[in-house]
């Protein structure tokens, strides 16, 4: 691959925050591997969309693995506009009529893009991230039904070149959509990790599952609190050996109206999951999702780092 000036310079100064981070983060807390969401973590931060910013906070806050969104990714490895929604397609618009005029260029311009993108920008996103010490699991890029299977493809091949075994986004009712994206999981040795909100029950995950070894569970852990008025333990017992990875927030149940609030003070028994997970010997990732208001004295990297403590202390 010949890059450029252009693209060397680019590397170069991409690389050189990493160089200055402190020691390595490790939030392996005794067996239970502890990661977070980018950027939707760090979202109230005008640089949210900063790769490289984002590194730096996830080393701050101690955290050695990332579920990470295309856009970071793809706007350093010189994405042409502003990515768009990957599973928005040809959906979007206005008045249900189809998307905008400057929405579709903005699409066809990012599609092209990709289509032709240079793998080794993306094994360089990997190394600048495992070199800082963060191990990226996850990329939450689903292409959806309308898509070509070269943007099938890439979305595969761009998260596997990151280092992620899995890609990511939200649970499909329509079994066609998840019968193809299995069928690609299997053929890249991949996962695809469907996520579900407050719809989610204890068999909200089973057709998909049963489709294919590619498809995986998702579980938020809040939301089905605050969907079901349950504990979501049931739901991990049942899926552990499906289950990609999970998301971690504390709210409430319906009676108490399913509100985000600081962990600890919320109806999801985080600390008897995490103590689950350390018991049972699971291996997936339970990772951070910053969703209650940032009090206006504090910072979403300070949150964050009061909800890595508390995954420390749960499984001391």
């Known amino acids: 691959m010949h890059y450029t000036r252009r693209d060397l310079g680019k590397l170069a100064l991409a690389a050189l925050p990493a160089a200055q981070l402190p020691a390595k983060p490790n939030s392996n807390f005794n067996g239970v591997q502890i990661g977070a969401i980018t950027p939707y973590c760090y979202r109230d931060l005008p640089d949210a969309n900063d790769a490289v910013a984002n590194l730096k906070r996830l080393v701050e806050n101690g955290l050695s693995a990332v579920e990470i969104s295309p856009g970071p990714i793809e706007t350093w490895a010189g994405a042409p506009t502003a990515p768009v929604p990957v599973s ?83 649970l499909p009712t329509d079994l066609a959509y998840t019968k ?80 985000n609030l600081p962990w600890g003070t919320g109806d999801t028994p985080i600390a008897e999951i995490l103590q689950l997970m350390q018991k049972k010997k699971y291996k997936f990732v339970a990772a951070i999702e910053l969703e209650y208001p940032v009090p206006s004295r504090s910072t979403s990297v300070a949150e964050v780092g009061k909800c890595v403590e508390f995954c420390r202390k749960a499984l001391a």
């Open 180 to 259: 193809r994206l299995g069928d690609f999981a299997v053929k890249h040795k991949m996962l695809v990790a469907y996520h579900a909100h407050t719809q989610a029950t204890l068999t909200a995950w089973d057709a998909a599952l049963a489709q294919s070894k590619g498809n995986a569970a998702q579980l938020d852990c809040g939301h089905y609190v605050a969907g079901t008025g349950l504990s979501p333990i049931p739901v991990i017992e049942k899926l552990h050996d499906r289950m990609a990875n999970m998301h971690l927030k504390d709210r409430t149940t319906p009676a108490h109206g399913q509100k």
């Open 88 to 170: 928005g397609g040809a959906r979007g618009g206005s008045g249900g009529r189809g998307p905008a005029p400057e929405q579709q260029a903005a699409t066809d311009a990012l599609k092209k893009w990709r289509l032709s993108a240079s793998i080794d920008k993306f094994k360089a996103f990997r190394k600048l991230y495992n070199d800082a010490g963060v191990h990226i699991y996850e990329v939450r890029i689903l292409p959806d039904l309308t898509m070509s299977d070269e943007e099938y493809e890439y979305a595969f091949t761009m998260a596997a070149a990151v280092g992620a075994n899995q890609i990511g986004g939200e």
